[in-house]
């Protein structure tokens, strides 16, 4: 994959709301009771499809999790087990292996008997151990594969909006960004405790520092640092004596300031930061490392847009932050298009099915 530098001329922001107001109108469902999805999905589509976030799940190569947990207190690394990995599990068979049944809104902790954000205690009946699926986002390799087909059903596969959640760390700002950097150990366990902490402590900061200034600049390197040295911890509580004027300031993070204070596409509870972008250059491997909200040396670690949409408005594609599978809304054709995809796994539902949590 090409690590080139975004340019403004790959997906340019756009602040121009005349792109995006028709989906506020089309969400302004009047009608009662509500639609589930009415804040998420626009009125006027004939179909929604569900792409479901794939699980993944591990187990040991040989022998019982408690055999595997036993080995692993082996002095010798050498002698560690080996266990085996697979991250693109559908969703039929997370239920099968949990005897549960599945439904076009089953949500994806129930199928795993736990509530909504916690992880599963030890493996399944099966013997694998389940992780949930990944919420907000599409698979990359499932949102290339979605995409190839949504780009074949618009009369504008060039032309369209890619919309990114303005909450994502770094985007707008470099406010709420860390980096984990470790360094060696430059006292060689001598001196006292309180001067190995310190020196490591110090050692560890710069490193940081280094780090943000390299993504983000000298500026909002500088105000973290000194928002770091102001910042008291305390067990679980933390006593902040850092000025507001330490607060990374809009543009200081991916975006140019320009789209770090532009105008947003506004829904319920949500906004969204815009972006030219056609389908098929979606569609493309490569597009990662042309889209500015993106790190283009982290490719596809870092953020998909959450909404996508080409300007004849023939189907959009939702990945609100919440949910543990993506939404496509669209025409008839294009619906059995993607039911019947192999490469990805799709349930049809309407705008009134749940996929968030119930009142109790």
Do not use: K
């Not at 589930?36 to 794939?54: E, F, K, Q, S, W």
């Not at 087990?81 to 994806?108: I, N, Q, Y």
């Not at 770094?170 to 960004?177: C, F, P």
């Not at 710069?206 to 909002?220: L, V």
């Amino acid at each position: 994959m090409s690590t080139r530098a975004a340019t403004p001329d790959d997906f340019p922001w756009t602040g121009d709301a005349a792109r995006w107001s028709w989906w506020a109108e089309r969400i302004s469902d009047p009608g009662e009771p509500r639609p589930a999805l009415g804040d998420t999905v626009p009125a006027g589509y004939d179909a929604l499809v569900r792409i479901l976030h794939p699980f993944a799940r591990s187990r040991p190569v040989t022998g019982t999790w408690d055999e595997y947990r036993a080995a692993l207190d082996a002095d010798d690394p050498e002698a560690w087990p080996e266990s085996v990995s697979e991250d693109a599990v559908r969703w039929r068979t997370v239920a099968e292996a949990h005897g549960r049944g599945f439904g076009a809104g089953a949500l994806s902790w129930e199928l795993l008997g736990i509530g909504y954000g916690e992880q599963p205690e030890g493996e399944g009946p099966d013997g694998w151990q389940y992780e949930p699926p990944m919420e907000g986002l599409l698979d990359e390799r499932e949102f290339l594969a979605v995409m190839a087909i949504l780009a074949e059903r618009t009369d504008t596969p060039d032309r369209g909006i890619a919309a990114v959640w303005e909450g994502i760390g770094g985007l707008v700002s470099a406010q709420g960004i860390g980096f984990f950097v470790g360094v060696p150990d430059s006292t060689n366990g001598r001196g006292p405790r309180w001067w190995r902490r310190f020196v490591d402590r110090t050692a560890m900061r710069r490193a940081s520092c280094i780090a943000f200034r390299e993504r983000f600049g000298t500026g909002p390197a500088i105000r973290d640092l000194l928002q770091g040295l102001l910042t008291l911890g305390r067990g679980s509580r933390t006593c902040r004596f850092a000025p507001r004027a330490l607060d990374q300031r809009p543009g200081s993070g991916l975006l140019s300031r320009e789209a770090a204070t532009g105008p947003r596409l506004e829904l319920p509870e949500r906004a969204y930061v815009c972006f030219d972008a056609g389908a098929r250059d979606l569609a493309d491997p490569a597009w990662p490392s042309r889209a500015p909200w993106m790190d283009a040396e982290a490719g596809f670690g870092t953020t998909l847009p959450h909404l996508v949409w080409p300007d004849g408005r023939e189907w959009v594609l939702i990945s609100e932050i919440d949910f543990d599978s993506s939404l496509v809304a669209c025409s008839r054709s294009c619906a059995d298009a993607l039911l019947a995809s192999e490469a990805f796994e799709a349930v049809e539902i309407t705008r009134d099915t749940p996929l968030w949590l119930t009142a109790s």
